[in-house]
Structure formats: structure tokens, C-alpha cells
């Protein structure tokens, strides 16, 4: 599903260059739950800003789907984001002048579906994260859980191959974090891929697998014992 | 397609209330500089539009230099013909169609004898003048060259004078009573008054009340009817003191007119008035080499300078401050878009081309456009009451509200606006998603 290969990103000024990713590689099969972890500034965002195709990378590989994304243009890659991609952002994201049901209805309106369709999906989205009742409110008539179960039904509407979540749970307390990532957890069963970036060592414990990112690289979790015992502390916790 | 389309003027209309003082800010910007270039442009083309445009490029004012360099200025012969001159044109008959013409004021004695007499205004010209301009007419048309020859008392009367005469009747065959003298009338014009009137510069004001009468040109001589009009004795200003040598002096007092439908015909129209130059200068009458111009309408007017000077330089200022409201709109559109930086990053997150932004944007300018147009339109209704106050009454007058100028400023606002919001739209359009993201 998502392939990267040999991956660079640098950011150049007159007199420094910066990696933020260093030959980096990862390989995320269809269907899997893939926790990206790392402490602040090791390339997390970068690494899913490269994936969202939101920032193009220096050098490497990248396929999406299949499909080698380096060479596509501007047009080509907002088409990818829009059919192939949902993003689930730390600060929600939404647009405060739309009412929920708009917000929703936002990457659909760029796909050029009709209005019945829309409005199907749009429905189906916000059932499923049990707002359909809060379709007409505004995203300041919401507590921060709320906003981010719409931003995950916006994710959702479009019926993306890739789930991209930037520190979910980041904005909320824990009631609400729980809350959201169990919604998380049901998508991945129901077949979704989710690639999602966090420092919480409890969060990352609940994917499947772990990659865990130092200084722009993938490392073995092994080389950060303090992270590594948390997130096997945090399984041994888990209930299931 | 069209649904997009509106459902980008619908997230304008929610961006634009959202901001009411910012939004009333370029709306004022874009109304005020609408209307007044506006309201200038109304009176500009009013007074610059062509009288006639079928058949302007055709129609020729000759002018002969007939008192020499030391009169003229900036080398130019007179504006007008002397007598003289005048009847040679005419009597050599160069052109298909030709006349003379100078203004004459009678005074008209109504049949009912409880109405006092009033004063017309018109001309003394030649059969070929109602051809030459296209004078449309309500009743009867014009007299014959038979009728010129003839000196007969004839006139054609316009609507309005027929209206007052006769309560707007065909009036053709009766007769009215002018300074005592009694002319058949022979037609009735439609109202007609080309603006501004290029047939005659000379006599007086271009933008004038329209002539009421029409009579013989040779009939008006023989009846020594002086001109109500312009003359010009050069800078001696001697005019003499009896008919004849008025007549035969060398004073200008006569508007002459030619129709040449080639190019060719207008070449050989100029050797003409050359070689009668010579002429005249081989019998001793000037004594400076030819000296002589064929001017088509748009020349004429252009050399008359009938557009006002005010109506171009003030046509210049609104058009300048226009601009500087548009420039305004461009920094308001910039800092109101570029707040909404976040939300582009969004849009593009989720999908949307540039183009998608572009369209976005430039529609919710299309809006503020729209919205200063109307402001526009009310201001530029107030500002028709106002023009009197920079121009001549005359002009003033001419400047209208209508259809065609309600639709171009709406579509001068809009297109404006759109335009000013090229530059911000672009700066939105370039908002890296990535960025925006990560600052979040």
C-alpha cells in the first residue's frame, strides 16, 4: 500500500542543509495499523506530510497503491489526496465558517460526486461516528472530541485506501483520546490501513506494528529502551 | 461545473459576512471608483461619440486659405468659407453631393393672432444637406434642386416646432410667416440633432438647442438675411458696411460640406481646391501658395476640438482613482485571504487543485465586484445630479443613466475586482498545505 524506498528530504538554505529524512524506508501493507513513533523533531511529520503527498521529498522512492508518485504534478497528486487519502489531523482542522455536514461534504465536493451521493456518504460518515444528529452545528458548538470524530468521518467519506492520522488524540483529554482512538481501532477492522504519527507510547502499543523514527531514519525500537519499555508496559496494560 | 460555481458564490457570501467592516471596505472602494469614472465616462461619451456613423468617413469639410499667413493661426486657412469662395465650390459642383449652409433666426408670426411671435433658430442651406446628413423626416422631405435655383420660399420645420404650429399634424403644403416673409412648408423632420452638431462648428455651440427651420440657401442671400451665426473678418475685424461688401468681402461666414464616397474622389476633391487656390493667386486675389484642407468628420471634430478638454482630463482622474481603489481592494483581498491561509491549507489537504482555490476566490471577488457595482450603479445616479456642477449645463445635460451603461458598470466593477484579485488569489493558491499543517 505505501512503499518508500531509500527516502530523503532535505531542506536547503544558503548555508545549510537539513535532512529531515535520511534513507528512509518503510513498507505499510494493506489492511495493517502502523504506529509511526519518535521524539519531537525526528522527521514524524515530515514522513507524513511526504506521505499525504502534502511535500514532495529529495530524493528515493515512494509508491502509493502501486503507484510512483515522484513525478506527478500538482493537479495529479491533489487527485491522489482526494480519492486515495484521508487525513486525520491533531488540531481537527475543520473549517469554522461550515456547518459539520459541510465540512464533511469538503473533499467530495472536489471529487465532483453528485448531491445525492454526497449527501449518502456524508450521512454514512457522521452515523458512523455517531454525529449524524450534529450534522447542522458548527464545529465551535462542539467539544474537541466531537471535532475530531467529524474530522475522522471527513477522512472517512470518501471511502479512502489510506487513513493518515497526525497525533489524533494529541488536542484531547484522556475520555476523549480513548474515545477516538477506539473509533480508530473499529475502522482498522473493518479493513482500513491507518498510518498514524505519535509520541504516546500507549497509543503506539495499540497498533499492530511499530516504526519508530530517530534523526530522520527508521530505527529498531530497540535503540530507544526508554520508548520500547514504555509502549511494552503500556501492552502488558492492555486489556485485550 | 455549475454547481461548484455555486457553491463557491455561496462560500463567498458566508467569507464576506463573516468580515462585514472589511467587506464594506471594498465594496465602498470598488463603488466609489466605479461610479466616478462612471459618471465621467457618461459625459465623455456623450460628447465623443461619432454624430454619424454611417456616414462620417464620407462627408468633408473644405476649408481654403483666403486671408493669408499673417491671420491664421498656427497655420491653419479659416474655419469657415467667405461668400466668395463658398458659391465657387458649388458652382464647379466637384462633389456628388454638396452644400452651404450658415444659421439663421427668424421670427415666426403664429396664424393665431393671440400668440405672440417667437424666435426660430436653423439654416440656410442647400437641397443636398437633408441627403448628405440623413435627415429623417416625419412629413414631406426635403425641397429640390430646382427649388434652390429658384430662390422659393420653402421650408421644412422640425417635430417640435411642428408641434407648436400646427399640434403635430402634417403640416406639409401650409404655410407659416417668418420676419414677415411666407414659406410653404415642404417637410417635417423626425427629431434630430446630432450631438455633437459637426455640421456646424463654426456658428455656434456644439451642444446648442436643435435648429427648428431649414430654408433656401440662395433665397436667404436674396433676401439679404444676415447669419445668426459666426463670422470672421480676421484681425481687423472690418466687415464692411453695406451688403455687397459683406457679400464680396472676405469675411468667413459660410459652413461648407461635401460628400466624396472614394478615397480617389477625396484626392481629386483636393487638387480641385489647389488648383482654384492657384487660381485665385494668379488673379492677384492671394498672394500665398495654396493653402487648404479636406477634413472627414472625425477629423473635423477632432481639429474642433469637440470634446471638452475638462470631459477627457476628468474621464483621466477617475480612471486614476479607480485604479488607486483597485489597488486598495488588492491589499484589503490579500489580508483577507491570506488569514484564510489555514483553511486553504485544508482545501488543499483534501483534495483541491489550485485551480479549485482560484475559482474559489475569484468568485468570492466576483461578489464583492457585483456588490460595488450596485453601489456603483446608486452612486453614479447620485453623481448625474452632480455633473453640472464641473461641466457646462449643455454637456452636462447630455450625460444618461441607461441600460448600456447600468450593465457596463456592473460589468466594470466585477471585472475589476476580479482582476484586482488576481494577485491575492495567486498568493492563496500557493499556500503550501504541508506548512499549514505542520504549524498547526
Redesign the interface.
Known amino acids: 500500500m505505501l512503499k518508500m524506498t531509500h527516502l530523503s528530504k532535505v531542506y536547503r538554505t544558503e548555508v545549510v542543509e537539513t535532512y529531515a529524512l535520511r534513507d528512509f524506508n518503510i513498507n505499510v501493507n494493506e489492511g495493517e495499523f502502523v504506529a509511526v513513533t519518535g521524539p519531537s523533531g525526528s522527521g514524524k ?1 515530515t514522513f507524513l ?1 511526504i506521505a ?1 503527498l ?2 514532495t521529498f529529495t530524493g528515493g522512492q515512494y509508491h502509493l497503491d502501486g503507484v510512483e508518485v515522484s513525478n506527478l504534478n ?2 495529479e497528486r ?2 491522489i ?3 486515495k487519502i484521508g ?1 486525520i ?3 481537527f ?3 469554522p ?2 456547518n459539520v455536514f459541510d465540512n464533511v461534504e ?2 467530495l ?4 460526486m453528485k ?1 445525492p451521493e454526497r449527501k449518502e456518504r456524508i450521512m454514512n460518515a457522521l452515523d458512523r461516528v455517531g454525529l449524524a444528529s450534529r450534522a447542522k452545528h458548527y464545529p465551535a458548538e462542539l467539544s474537541g472530541g466531537q471535532q475530531q470524530r467529524v474530522a475522522i468521518a ?1 477522512a472517512l467519506a470518501g471511502s479512502p485506501r489510506l487513513l493518515l492520522a ?1 497525533e489524533p488524540t494529541g488536542n484531547l483529554d484522556t475520555q476523549m483520546a480513548r474515545g477516538v482512538m477506539e473509533l480508530l481501532e473499529e475502522i482498522h477492522r473493518e479493513g482500513a490501513t491507518i498510518v498514524m504519527v505519535t509520541h504516546d507510547p500507549e497509543l503506539a502499543a495499540r497498533a499492530q506494528r511499530n516504526v519508530h523514527i530517530i534523526d530522520g531514519q527508521v530505527v529498531d525500537l530497540a535503540e530507544d529502551p526508554r520508548f520500547h519499555h514504555a509502549v511494552h508496559q503500556a501492552r502488558a496494560n492492555s486489556p485485550a | 461545473m455549475s ?2 460555481f455555486f ?1 463557491n458564490l455561496r ?1 463567498g457570501a ?2 464576506l459576512r ?1 468580515n462585514p467592516l472589511l467587506t464594506a471596505l471594498m465594496i465602498m472602494s470598488i463603488g466609489f471608483g466605479v461610479a466616478a469614472s462612471m459618471v465621467t465616462y457618461a459625459v465623455f461619451r456623450a460628447v465623443s461619440g461619432d454624430p454619424i456613423p454611417q456616414k462620417s468617413a464620407q462627408l468633408f469639410v473644405p476649408q481654403i486659405d483666403n486671408r493669408g499667413p499673417q491671420y491664421n493661426r498656427h497655420g491653419e486657412p479659416p474655419d469657415a468659407l467667405n461668400y466668395t469662395d463658398a458659391m465657387a465650390l458649388m458652382r464647379a459642383h466637384k462633389a456628388p453631393r454638396q452644400t452651404l449652409l450658415f444659421q439663421v433666426g427668424l421670427s415666426v408670426m403664429p396664424d393665431d393672432a393671440q400668440r405672440m411671435p417667437f424666435k426660430a433658430v436653423g439654416y440656410a442651406t442647400f437641397s443636398d444637406f437633408f441627403n448628405m446628413f440623413d435627415v429623417p423626416f416625419q412629413y414631406g422631405q426635403g425641397w429640390g434642386p430646382g427649388q434652390d435655383e429658384s430662390r422659393e420660399p420653402v421650408v421644412v420645420i422640425s417635430r417640435a416646432l411642428n408641434q407648436k404650429l400646427f399640434g403635430g399634424a402634417n403640416s406639409v403644403g401650409r404655410e407659416i410667416t417668418m420676419d414677415d416673409r411666407h414659406y410653404r412648408i415642404v417637410g417635417v423632420t423626425e427629431n434630430w440633432d446630432p450631438k455633437p452638431r459637426f455640421f456646424d462648428m463654426f456658428s455656434g455651440n456644439a451642444y446648442a438647442m436643435p435648429a427648428q427651420v431649414y430654408i433656401p440657401f440662395n433665397y436667404a442671400v436674396a433676401q439679404r438675411f444676415d447669419t445668426y451665426g459666426n463670422n470672421n473678418c480676421g484681425s481687423d475685424g472690418k466687415r464692411g458696411d453695406d451688403w455687397g461688401s459683406w457679400l464680396h468681402g472676405e469675411c468667413v461666414w459660410v459652413s461648407a460640406w461635401v460628400e466624396l464616397d472614394t478615397a480617389a474622389q477625396a484626392e481629386a476633391y483636393r487638387q480641385y481646391l489647389d488648383g482654384y487656390a492657384r487660381e485665385q493667386r494668379a488673379a492677384g486675389r492671394f498672394n500665398w501658395p495654396p493653402n487648404n484642407r479636406l477634413r472627414d468628420v472625425a477629423a473635423w471634430l477632432d481639429y474642433e476640438h469637440a470634446v471638452p478638454p475638462e470631459s477627457r482630463i476628468s474621464l483621466s482622474l477617475a480612471l486614476g482613482f479607480l485604479v488607486i481603489c483597485l489597488v486598495n481592494t488588492i491589499g484589503l483581498l490579500l489580508a483577507k485571504f491570506m488569514r484564510r491561509a ?2 486553504i ?12 482555490i482560484y475559482r474559489q476566490f475569484l468568485a468570492e471577488a466576483g461578489m464583492v465586484g457585483l456588490a460595488g457595482g450596485v453601489l456603483g450603479l446608486v452612486l453614479t445616479g447620485l453623481g448625474m445630479f452632480g455633473i453640472g456642477l464641473v461641466f457646462e449645463p449643455q454637456i452636462a445635460q447630455l450625460a444618461r443613466m441607461d441600460v448600456s451603461l447600468v450593465l457596463l458598470t456592473l460589468v466594470v466593477a466585477i471585472a475589476a475586482t476580479v482582476l484586482a484579485a488576481f494577485y491575492p488569489t495567486w498568493r492563496a493558491a500557493q499556500v ?3 506548512w499549514q ?2 504549524s ?1
Open positions: 511529520t506530510t499525504g502534502l511535500e500538482d493537479n491533489s487527485r489526496r482526494n480519492e487525513f489531523f491533531q488540531a482542522n475543520l473549517i465558517d461550515l469538503v473533499p465536493r472536489y471529487r465532483g448531491a471527513r497526525d | 454547481g461548484m457553491h462560500l458566508t467569507s463573516r489555514p483553511e491549507g485544508v482545501r488543499r489537504a483534501l483534495g483541491a487543485s489550485r485551480a479549485d503550501q498545505p504541508a499543517l505542520k498547526n
